[in-house]
């Protein structure tokens, strides 16, 4: 029902910026909300953020909070994460979710591939 391709990671010195996207398409995307996870190897899979395609209602990590943001186009069908201030901790894989908008990842019924972000210090 929903595909996401994400796009955008790569390397980065500590402090600086980057955009992620995620290109969302399928019949039913539009009903379900859009998350944010991250994670490193060996470490749990992380809630970093999440916005709704209607009313564009997004909410945070409190890791994040303040230094990223959250975003859509809908003629485009994409949401962003613009990540300012990044820190080497910030260094995961970040994957795109369709969902109910929560914290837990098991409420995420559609994944994307994923896209490394490395944070160098």
């Known amino acids: 029902q929903v595909q996401l391709v994400e796009s955008g990671g790569g390397v980065v010195q500590a402090g600086g910026s980057l955009r992620l996207s995620c290109a969302a398409s399928?019949?039913?995307?539009?009903?379900?909300?859009m998350g944010w996870f991250r994670q490193a190897p060996g470490k749990e899979r992380e809630f970093v953020g999440a916005?709704?395609?209607?009313?564009?209602?997004?909410s945070y990590a409190d890791s994040v909070k303040g230094r990223f943001t959250i975003s859509r186009d809908n003629a485009k069908k994409t949401v962003y994460l613009q990540m300012n201030s990044l820190k080497p901790e910030d260094t995961a894989v970040y994957y795109c979710?369709?969902?109910?908008?929560?914290?837990?990842?098991?409420?995420?019924?559609?994944w994307g591939q994923g896209t490394q972000v490395t944070v160098s210090s």
């Open positions: 979710a369709a969902g109910s908008g929560s914290d837990y990842d098991r409420e995420y019924a559609y």
């Open positions: 399928g019949r039913t995307f539009s009903r379900y909300a």
């Open positions: 916005i709704t395609w209607t009313g564009g209602s997004t």
